[in-house]
């Protein structure tokens, strides 16, 4: 088969690593790809967000399957523009995207169908929201309605910090339109999971869970990022809970999209709270986390192109995931200055080391050639350096000797992914 993964950072780049070992692949295009990805597919200079361009290359080279890798192209209608073209998608249509695209329509859908989740209120104008803030107290969390890369929510501990991101999201625009709207949520009390669930409309099935790391800095400190690193699975999550979230959470959403006419086909990634009072949605994704998927792709042992035609296909019933019992871990590597301003041109070197370390797996995001083929950074999030062992200590030491080959003067990277699990050492 014929495959266009779309987008370029190390999501995808973990996506076209599991990808190129599936035997039904003949033919891996990425679009825009990155340095990394282009060692093992052929890099297209189309942008993620063209998505005429996108459906015209698909056509123009007979893709029999596009896979979207951000949310972005599917909120601009990917899969619809590409099912009105006669090619499979996997990924949902816009209106089921807005799953991400909107907090709002998440909530709305949520309560609908009896998901639990955060008391919340949504607002149009800051002042209402101000005086909302006051009226319930901190901690309180504040969202952007809209798309805002990761970077839309604001856990405020205080009322004067709650008050300060009402102005920065509604009135100053710092995410542009997405702050046009926002929510203002209940701050839940608990362990953050990722959880993530192949659908086909009609059939719901359980991948696998993650736990994030967004704040920059170590002790989950600083300001929050797209992500710094993550690990699978989670000790917290047993079977038990899973078990749970798939009857009281993914389910009776994907039952509740159906109804509405919008079924849901790709993957919902559920932002989970581990509450004292059981799992409560936080939010919904509709795609693979970053970096939570490279960590995924390692674990994952069954053939990742067959499972996602199957979710295409509508045949989930009758597909079965299997899971290496080894834990993944991958630290990002992030330019200096990230989340906020950063250089963009420094040089990378010793990778060739770095994955010589037993399990590792470089996974590459913001990098690219310079005019002298050496490796520079282009992004916030530059590497993702990944590892599996048959513990997540083991899985934590191999992740963090490879970090330690690293030649890279202009980035960093927390030390303490997994602290949670693994305590402080």
Not at 116 to 142: D, L, M, S
Not at 153 to 170: D, G, H, P, S
Not at 285 to 299: A, K, T
């Amino acid at each position: 088969m014929k495959v266009l993964l779309v987008g370029g950072g190390g999501r995808e780049h973990a996506l076209a690593w599991a990808l190129s070992g599936s035997g039904l692949l003949s033919k891996l295009w990425v679009a825009p790809g990155n340095a990394g990805i282009s060692d093992i597919a052929d890099c297209v200079a189309i942008g993620a967000e063209d998505v005429p361009a996108l459906v015209a290359f698909a056509k123009d080279q007979a893709v029999d399957l596009v896979v979207a890798g951000p949310e972005a192209p599917l909120t601009l209608g990917l899969a619809d523009a590409c099912a009105a073209a006669g090619i499979r998608c996997f990924g949902p249509s816009a209106a089921a995207a807005r799953l991400e695209g909107s907090k709002a329509f998440t909530r709305e859908v949520a309560t609908a169908a009896g998901v639990p989740g955060a008391e919340w209120a949504q607002f149009t104008e800051a002042a209402a929201a101000r005086a909302y803030v006051r009226q319930k107290g901190a901690p309180i969390v504040v969202k952007a309605d809209g798309l805002a890369a990761g970077k839309g929510v604001v856990v405020a501990a205080t009322v004067e910090e709650a008050e300060q991101a009402i102005t920065e999201i509604m009135e100053d625009r710092v995410h542009g339109a997405a702050g046009a709207s926002i929510l203002i949520e209940e701050c839940l009390v608990g362990q953050e999971i990722s959880f993530f669930a192949l659908c086909d409309g009609e059939t719901a099935l359980p991948m696998a869970a993650a736990q994030d790391h967004k704040r920059v800095g170590d002790g989950d400190t600083g300001p929050n990022t797209g992500g710094m690193g993550a690990y699978s699975p989670p000790p917290a999550f047993t079977p038990a809970l899973e078990a749970e979230v798939m009857d009281r959470i993914i389910r009776p959403t994907l039952k509740e999209m159906a109804r509405r006419g919008t079924p849901f086909r790709g993957v919902l990634f559920a932002g989970l709270m581990l509450t004292g009072s059981g799992p409560r949605l936080i939010e919904y994704n509709v795609r693979f986390g970053d970096p939570e998927c490279q960590v995924l792709m390692l674990r994952l042992q069954s053939d990742l192109l067959a499972a996602l035609l199957a979710a295409c296909d509508g045949e989930l019933d009758r597909f079965t995931l299997r899971w290496s019992k080894e834990a993944a871990m991958v630290v990002v590597m992030a330019a200096k200055g990230y989340p906020g301003a950063y250089a963009k041109g420094s040089v990378i070197e010793g990778l060739e080391r770095a994955a010589q370390v037993p399990g590792a797996q470089i996974f590459h995001a913001g990098t690219a050639r310079d005019e002298h083929g050496h490796l520079v950074a282009t992004g916030g999030r530059v590497l993702g350096i990944a590892a599996t062992g048959a513990t997540l200590r083991a899985a934590r030491d191999a992740a963090y000797a490879a970090v330690d080959a690293v030649e890279w003067p202009g980035g960093f990277c927390r030390r303490d992914i997994g602290w949670r699990a693994l305590g402080q050492d």
